[in-house]
């Protein structure tokens, strides 16, 4: 079951106050798919929830599942805020570029 791990982890930060939680595999990422509240379930939840099940069944590789986890984290405003910047290099530029 290594080949469901992620390659880095996603880190989900439930606000100030809440430790950062990081998401290391499919597995752990459908545990917690499973646990949001239902009347929050759109377009981005289902994907991620496809994505990953399609990883457990080896339809996908976990790298795409966490693409797909990621972004739901990002829409949901859960991604830690250390997730949400390039690391280092000519990406982190045109980042701050955007910012400006």
């Not at 996908?60 to 972004?71: H, I, L, N, V, W």
Request: some cysteine; aromatic content about 8%.
């Amino acid at each position: 079951m290594d080949y469901l791990h992620f390659f880095s982890p996603v880190r989900i930060s439930r606000g100030q106050g809440h430790p950062a939680e990081e998401i290391d595999s499919v597995a752990e990422a459908m545990v917690f798919l499973r646990k949001w509240p239902t009347g929050r379930r759109g377009p981005v939840y289902q994907c991620a929830l496809n994505c990953c099940s399609a990883a457990l069944s080896g339809q996908m590789s976990a790298e795409e599942a966490r693409k797909a986890f990621t972004g739901f984290a990002r829409i949901t405003r859960l991604l830690d805020d250390d997730m949400a910047l390039p690391l280092g290099g000519e990406g982190e530029a045109k980042v701050y570029a955007l910012r400006r």
